[in-house]
């Protein structure tokens, strides 16, 4: 799904259209998440500097991203 027709089914008049364009905006923002937070490690950040960049504790990234 391109970002121009996510933008104009997330206004669609029709609710079926516009939760799944907000299903759909929420597995992207998990996947860039993910490659966000592999960078990161790679780069040598720790767990905590990414939780206050994601706004979370370093417990709950760790738990997520952490293998």
Do not use: F, Y
Not at 27 to 41: D, G, I
Not at 43 to 56: H, M, R, T
């Amino acid at each position: 799904m391109e970002t121009g027709d996510l933008s104009e089914r997330l206004r669609s008049d029709d609710p079926a259209v516009g939760l799944r364009a907000v299903g759909a905006l929420h597995r992207l923002a998990e996947q860039v998440e993910t490659a966000a937070v592999a960078r990161a490690r790679q780069q040598g950040w720790s767990w905590e500097q990414i939780g206050d960049a994601l706004g979370v504790s370093r417990q709950s990234v760790h738990a997520k991203h952490g293998k």
